[in-house]
């Protein structure tokens, strides 16, 4: 089932992309505070991870007819490597730094978008039904 056409969802996909790298790459001269821990977790992570949620699940209306194994053998390792390659932009600026647990963040979101997106297919296939 299409809820939107392919071509939305491309360019869905392509603005997606740039807002992430503008917010990876933007300078914030510290107006923003995300070093307060919630739950024993730092704020920033909590950021890092809903910024990508996002990522699979449009990921998975681009391609509703696939299978979970094309999604998890070609779309998975290219989102973890996305992330990967947002957390080390900021080894290039000066103003940034680099964290091994914010690409974990990241990676923690990509699977939480991955579990929502099969669950959104499963519940748009059997309300298509």
Same mark, same amino acid.
């Given at each position: 089932?299409?809820?939107?056409?392919?071509?939305?969802? #491309?360019? =869905?996909?392509?603005?997606? $992309?740039?807002?992430?790298?503008?917010?990876?790459?933007?300078? @914030?001269?510290?107006? $923003?505070?995300?070093?307060? @821990?919630?739950?024993?977790?730092?704020?920033?992570?909590?950021?890092?991870?809903?910024?990508?949620?996002?990522?699979?699940?449009? /990921?998975?209306?681009?391609?509703?007819?696939?299978?979970?194994?094309? $999604?998890?053998?070609?779309?998975?390792?290219?989102?973890?490597?996305?992330?990967?390659?947002?957390?080390?932009?900021?080894?290039?600026?000066?103003?940034?730094?680099?964290? /091994?647990?914010?690409?974990?963040?990241? #990676?923690?979101?990509?699977?939480?978008?991955?579990? =929502?997106?099969?669950?959104?297919?499963?519940?748009?296939?059997? #309300?298509?039904?």
């Amino acid at each position: 089932m299409k809820l939107f056409s392919i071509r939305f969802q #491309c360019i =869905l996909y392509r603005v997606y $992309i740039s807002v992430i790298l503008i917010l990876m790459v933007i300078r @914030t001269d510290g107006k $923003i505070r995300l070093a307060k @821990t919630i739950w024993g977790f730092r704020g920033d992570h909590f950021v890092h991870s809903t910024i990508f949620i996002p990522y699979m699940i449009i /990921i998975g209306f681009i391609y509703p007819s696939e299978n979970f194994r094309f $999604i998890l053998t070609k779309k998975l390792p290219i989102a973890i490597i996305f992330g990967a390659f947002c957390e080390s932009l900021h080894l290039f600026l000066p103003y940034r730094t680099f964290s /091994i647990f914010d690409f974990f963040a990241n #990676c923690f979101g990509i699977l939480m978008g991955l579990g =929502l997106s099969f669950f959104s297919r499963k519940l748009l296939v059997e #309300c298509g039904k």
